[in-house]
Every structure is written in C-alpha cells, then in structure tokens.
C-alpha cells in the first residue's frame, strides 16, 4: 500500500523552537489523486506543503515522497514535483516566456525543448499573446497561471498547489479552477491547500481537515458533509428584540440536529430545512430572515473547530 | 556520516550551477537597466587612476618600491585593479544577490526544484566573477595602453583579479546573508570605502606607524593590492603566497558559509 502511494506520512512533525506547526499527521496520497488540506491560516498546511516540497526537513515522523526520503532524495524527488507556491515569486527580470524556459533549465531540460513546452504551457493557460512581455503588467489571475505553469514545466508526476486561488477576484478564480480541473483530467495527481470550502468540494476527491497542527477529519468532501453535518442548513438573522444569538438559540432547541448561534446568525442543522423553518415560526419566533440552504464544508469545519474560518 | 553529510552538500551538478547562471544572463539581455550598473562599475576604478594616480602622481613624482623606480600612477594603478575586481563582484554579491534574497524570492522559487542551497551560491559566484573580470580585462588593457604595465604582467595579473573577485564575491554573499535591510549597506559601503584608502592604494603601507601598519595587512584589499601589483610591476617575492592563501581561504570559507545562511533562511 505505503509503495504505491505518492506521498505516505506517519506521525510527521513540524516544529520551529517552541512552535509546534504540525503535529503529528498520517497521510497517503494515491497516484491520479486530487488531495486537499483544509483548514484556517495557522493550521499546519503551507508547513506540510513545504516538507512534502522537500525544501524542509521533518522535525520527526516518517515522509516517503515518490517512495524516497526527502532528507537524502531531495533533489531526485524535487526533480519530479511541481509547486506552486502562496506567493507568487515569478522572475521579474525575465519575460513571460523566459520565466518558465529559465525554470526548466533548473530541471536539466534542454533549451529546444524549454522552448517547446514553454510555448505549450503558455498555449494551456491561455498566455500565448503575453509570451514576449514582462511579468509586472500582469493580472493576479495571469500571474498564478504563469505560476502553476512553470509548476508543470518538469512534467512532473506530482503538483504542490498552496493556495491556488487565495487573493483571486471570483472570474480568475474559475479560470484557475478549470485549468486544475483539465489537470487533474489528464491524471495529474494534485495536492493543495486551501481555507475555501468551495475550492475544496470543487477540485479535491479526498481532503484531510486541519487545525492546530493535526488532522480532525479525513474523508470525500460529500462524506464529510454526512459524517459531520446535516444535509440541509437553515440561517437565520434575527433583529427584533435585543436578546443575543445565543438566547435565541436557546428558545431554538431541539430542532433539527444541533443549533450553533454565531454573532451575526443562528445556524439550524436539519435534514429537512423546510420543516425546521415551519418549527421556528409555530414557537412564535420571527426572524428578519430565512435561509435554507445545502451544508457545505464550511459546515463541517464549523462543527470540527467550532468556530469561523479567519482569512 | 558527517563526511557523506558535507560531501552531499557541496557536491555541484554543473548543469544546475550553469542553470543559475543562465538565469542572470537571461536578467542582463532583458532590459537596459542592468547595464548602467555594469558601466557604472567599471568608471569608478578608472576616474581614481585618472584623477589620483596620473593628476596627484605630477605632483608626487616616482617612488622607489624594494629599489625598483616607478612613476606614482604605475604604483596606483595595481591597486585600482584589484579595488575593480572587488567591487565588480561585491556589486553582484551584494545588491543583487540581497535582492534576489529578500526581495524578489527568486531562490525561493529556485530551492523547488532539484537545485540545491549549495549549488545558487556557486552559480551566483561564478556570475560575480564573470562580471568583475569584465571590468579587470578592460581595466588590464587601460594600463598596457598606458604604459603602466606589461603585457605580461597583464597576463599574470588576470587570473589573480579573478582569485580577489572569488574572495570578496564569496565574503560579500555571505555578508548580504546577514543584511537586515538596505540601511545595513551603507555600513558596508563604509567598510569597503575605508579598505579603498588604506590598503595601500595611495601610498605604502610602510608610511603609516607599525600598529597601523599591522591592522591593514589583516585586511583583505591590502593581501589583493600586494598580490596585483608584484605581477604587474614584475617585483615577485614569496610574499604572494601569504596573500593567495589569505584569499583562498576567504573564497572557500565566504562560499561555504553563504551557503549555510541561504540554506538556512530558506530551508526551515
């Protein structure tokens, strides 16, 4: 099993000084896979990336990568990753077109074919006509193309995302998405982190969640909602009387599932959202307003770390 | 195990090495930026021999060196040689390797693939190198045009501005290591003006009190000033070993330790 996986992690730790940044985590990654780390800034995730990257050193625990040790196989397993790191850090002393043929020749690709799949990947992230300018001029959006191109200048048999699209306005956002999407198609294995649920439901087919530096759920982004949510979500805003969320909450137990006052709004978890509104009404509650919706992973995360997700 | 350890570190691909490398000449035909600064560069020797070495030099007259008669710019003129070749490759190790450090997180981007902490300082050195020996074989042709040298001195002379641009490249690299910001290198631009006047540039070091005397002959421009200009003026004793070695050292060990601090700010 542990041969066959991409990356495989046993009781891995992070530390720096006193700070214990991951603490403890067991993943496998399988080939073709689209992995997620889910979770808040502070959660462990860019650390994981960047010993899984090979460019930190475990603090302890296990790390196979491509079935190598990172510690003494950094360079033979760097030369088969991607990474797209949280910021970009494109070259802006070169050209579009030079930032990934540059890149390449960190891998040893010859220069003809830098130049080939350069012209390629640019074709792939719709940058073609940009090839010859500069970086600086660039959209966020472009920028993070050109970035998770050059990702993908090695060919590599496993991408680094941290934070694909964090700072992205929503179009870019979609952009980015469907070019991972098209990646992810051709059977790329992709890991990324993220603090969007919706990123997380859209590209991964297994996400771990993380907080305080350890794993506090694994499983399908659907099984997860079912595991730690109810199918349906009620929101509820209320702005008659003075009474805090938290009383309301209290006047609202016992329907559905479990209710969780947050400062700006009460979340009801029901199967039956309908039904539970129905509820709310007949106990002479009137709330400013309703909102029945699916659970998301957002739910799921409320419910693990019991609070909101900070940006 | 520790000797496998150190031999994986400093062990180069020169693909990679050549890798890095590439990447700064693909920076220097972007744009014209960087070659104002490679211009730049190169004046300030020459101003100095022109101003000091010829103009003051009417003034001073010759001066006898181990009982060789020289004129005064023929004197100053070694010496502009080596503080070329230093700042060529200090400006590289410098500024732009800092830059590159902090700023722009081009090794950042570089450390993700196969090459290693090691092989960006070697890559980044040899390009300090490259660009400070430009400046020495222009300067080495100023002053066989000008009488102040041989051609063969001019021969002996290159490879050893090439030793001084290793030494004070590598030293310079791993001083940017240590910057906290730019403020840091103006203190540096102190350093590097004081090691100008009195490494022996103007004027013999025999000229100031011993106690002076000794402090500057453990600086590293005078071990530079001494090396360049016995080839140039062809008065070689076995004193050059002292400064070869004093330059070797400051090579391997300025190479070794840049390595360390970018492994270590990177890598954590």
Redo the contacts between chains.
């Keep these: 099993m542990a041969d066959q996986s991409l990356i495989s992690a046993r009781g891995l730790v992070k530390r ?1 000084g006193d700070f214990t940044a991951v603490d403890g985590i067991d993943l496998e990654v399988a080939p073709g896979e689209a992995f997620g780390f889910l979770g808040p800034n502070g959660a462990g995730k860019s650390s994981t990336m ?1 010993m899984i ?1 090979c ?3 475990p603090t302890a625990g296990e790390l196979r990568i491509l079935g190598m040790d990172p510690v003494r196989d ?3 397993i ?2 088969r ?1 991607g ?1 797209c ?1 949280q ?1 970009d ?7 579009v077109r ?1 930032n990934l043929t ?2 390449a ?4 690709v010859t220069r003809a074919e830098a130049r080939r799949r350069a012209d390629e990947l640019l074709e792939f992230v719709q940058l073609s006509d940009r090839a010859n300018g500069k970086v600086e001029p660039l959209s966020g959006g472009m920028k993070r193309r050109l970035t998770i191109a ?1 990702a993908m200048v ?1 060919e590599p048999d496993l991408v680094l995302l941290d934070e694909p699209t964090t700072g992205l306005d929503p179009q870019a956002r979609h952009l980015v998405w469907e070019r991972l999407f098209r990646l992810k198609q051709r059977g790329t294995t992709l890991v990324l982190t993220t603090h969007y649920m919706d990123e997380a439901e859209q590209l991964c087919d297994r996400l771990v969640v993380m907080d305080g530096g350890k794993i506090v759920a694994e499983g399908s982004p659907r099984a997860l909602i079912e595991n730690y949510s109810t199918a349906e979500v009620v929101e509820l805003r209320f702005s008659d009387g003075l009474d805090s969320n938290a009383q309301y909450a209290a006047k609202l137990d016992g329907i559905g599932d479990r209710v969780d006052p947050l400062p700006d709004r009460v979340l009801l978890y029901a199967d039956d959202g309908d039904a539970a509104v129905a509820e709310v009404h007949r106990r002479g509650l009137t709330p400013a307003s309703v909102l029945v919706r699916r659970s998301t992973l957002e739910d799921v995360f409320l419910h693990l770390t019991g609070r909101t997700l900070v940006d | 195990m520790m000797t496998t350890l150190v031999a994986a570190r400093i062990s180069v691909s020169p ?2 090495v ?3 490398i ?2 700064n000449v ?2 220097l035909r ?2 014209p930026s ?1 070659w104002v600064v490679l211009i730049s560069g190169f004046f300030e020797p020459l101003l100095y021999l022109l101003s000091i070495g010829v103009g003051v030099g009417a003034l001073v007259g010759d001066l006898t060196l181990d009982g060789q008669t020289m004129s005064y710019a023929a004197f100053v003129a070694p010496a502009m040689l080596a503080v070329s070749a230093m700042s060529g490759a200090l400006a590289e190790t410098t500024f732009n390797f800092f830059f590159k450090l902090k700023y ?3 090794f ?9 902490p090691f092989e960006i300082a070697v890559g980044e050195l040899v390009w300090a190198v490259i660009r400070g020996s430009l400046y020495t074989a222009i300067f080495l042709g100023f002053m066989v045009a000008m009488g102040l040298t041989t051609v063969a001195g001019a021969l002996a002379a290159f490879p050893a501005t090439v030793l001084i641009g290793l030494a004070f490249g590598a030293v310079g690299m791993w001083v940017s290591t240590l910057m906290r910001g730019w403020q840091d290198f103006d203190l540096m631009g102190t350093g590097q003006f004081a090691l100008f006047l009195f490494s022996g540039t103007f004027s013999p070091v025999q000229n100031y009190p011993v106690g002076v005397e000794i402090l500057i002959q453990l600086t590293p421009l005078y071990h530079a000033v001494e090396l360049v200009r016995a080839l140039c003026t062809g008065i070689v004793g076995p004193g050059i070993l002292v400064n070869i070695a004093y330059l070797a050292i400051m090579g391997v060990g300025g190479l070794w330790l840049a390595s360390r601090r970018v492994e270590k700010m ?3």
Aim: some cysteine; aromatic content about 8%; overall charge positive.
């Design positions: 720096f960047r990257g460019v930190s050193t950094g360079t033979r760097r030369a990753l990474v790191p910021l850090n494109l070259d802006p002393d070169l050209s030079e540059t890149y020749r960190y891998f040893g050059r090695n | 693909g990679r050549g890798a890095v590439n990447r693909g920076a972007s744009g960087y722009m997180k081009t950042e981007a570089v450390l993700a693939t196969p090459v290693r990177l890598c954590l």
